[in-house]
């Protein structure tokens, strides 16, 4: 269906685009505390479209200038288990190959603040900017970091340059991603570099990943996409890392003497929309027999746990397992249900028949824990059933 909208393609303002989904509420938050009850200000509309023209997928209900909710009240990312563990050290490794050491580091949208943690302690001098109050800047203050509450970009850093920008799952947030991306460039030295994190677009469109289209990312850069404003920004890549078989993407980026003359070629790959309808018709199809038949649980409350309470109508389960200490007594929630938010535990995973891992790139890992927790019952995930790395069932998969 072809639809217009008032706001243009972020990347090359067109007005014309296809509309792939259509969430009315989607929820803003992945977590909510005891006292917050629902109501519209949980809620956002989903219409994640493509371009006709640049093939950009982008969230088309956004309006002009409005803020990213962000995270809420709540920290996230915040390192619980092994995987989550190895994938920074990864970053560490990916970054660190050319055995720079004492670098003056700044980090873009820390989050829980955990990446910036890890670079202090290797010595180098980090900033970071971060507007969410979630954010423990008092616990990073003593380990050395220096923390600025602002969006970025800030007038708080004006003529400062660093040899190292982290900008780690980030740029997907932002309503204009170009401009974004060139203020991080005019903030590194000559010879400076950016580590850019994105969740690939691409593994959106060929997967037709139902449980990575959420309020929050307001894009979905395709390679084509990233290559054309890391050009547009006098930026080359020198370095491309695959995380997770290709779920997110790592660039690390630097400047180039001469403007590229890099050519456009608009990607011939259409989004995969029959392969998302069906994976969301057999997930909400085995969710309405659930209902009316046994007791699940979800594990994980995420951005992939949220999409999941606006997309599957109806879903409704008993409690959400989360291994985030500061979630404990707060909820998760659809548009028509709060779901309590516990820590997992032998006694409470009997009271359940089925879990969906909603985490699903460290889905591996956390069904053999809960096996070592006694469960004996059905484990499913909210990975794509076309990735060949999956080892757990898919919830979106024919049973």
Known sequence: MRVSNI???????????????????????????????????????????????????????????????GHGSFSTNAPVS??????????????SADGDLSLNVLEVGAGSGALAAIFAESKNLVTVVEPELTLDADHLEKQGVRVIRDVWPTNKLISEKFD?????????????????????????????????????????????????????????????MIQKLISECNLKISKRCELVNGRDIGYILQHIAIKSDY??????????????????????SQI?????????????????SQAAFGLLTGCK????FDDTPS???????????????????SDRLKEVDVVVISVYIHDEAIAKKIRELGFDGEIYSLRPPSDPSGKVKSLFSEI
């Open 327 to 345: 979630y404990r007594g707060s909820f998760a929630y659809s548009s028509q249900f709060r779901f309590p938010i516990i820590e997992p535990s």
């Open 7 to 69: 706001r243009s393609c972020p990347i090359c303002e067109s007005f014309d685009f296809n509309e792939i989904i259509y969430v009315a509420q989607a929820p803003k938050f992945h977590v909510i505390s005891a006292e917050t009850e629902l109501g519209s200000h949980l809620f956002g509309e989903v219409r994640l479209v493509e371009c006709l023209f640049c093939k950009h997928l982008f969230n088309n209900a956004i309006q002009d200038k409005e803020k990213n909710p």
């Open 164 to 224: 190292l920008i982290l900008c780690v799952q980030v740029l997907e947030h932002t309503e204009k991603p170009r401009e974004f991306l060139h203020e991080l460039a005019n903030c590194i030295h000559g010879d400076g570099r950016i580590y850019l994190e994105v969740p690939s677009g691409d593994w959106v469109k060929t997967h037709g990943s139902a449980a990575d289209v959420h309020f929050p990312h307001w894009n979905y850069f395709t390679e084509t």
């Open 317 to 320: 389960p008993k409690f959400v």
């Open 263 to 284: 050519s456009f070629q608009v990607p011939l790959q259409a989004f995969d929309l029959g392969k998302l309808e069906q994976s969301l018709e057999i997930a909400n």
């Open 82 to 95: 092994q995987s989550m563990f190895d994938r920074r050290k990864k970053i560490m490794e990916f970054l």
């Open 288 to 304: 309405i027999k659930w209902n009316t038949s046994l007791d699940y649980a979800f594990y994980g409350t995420n951005s992939q």
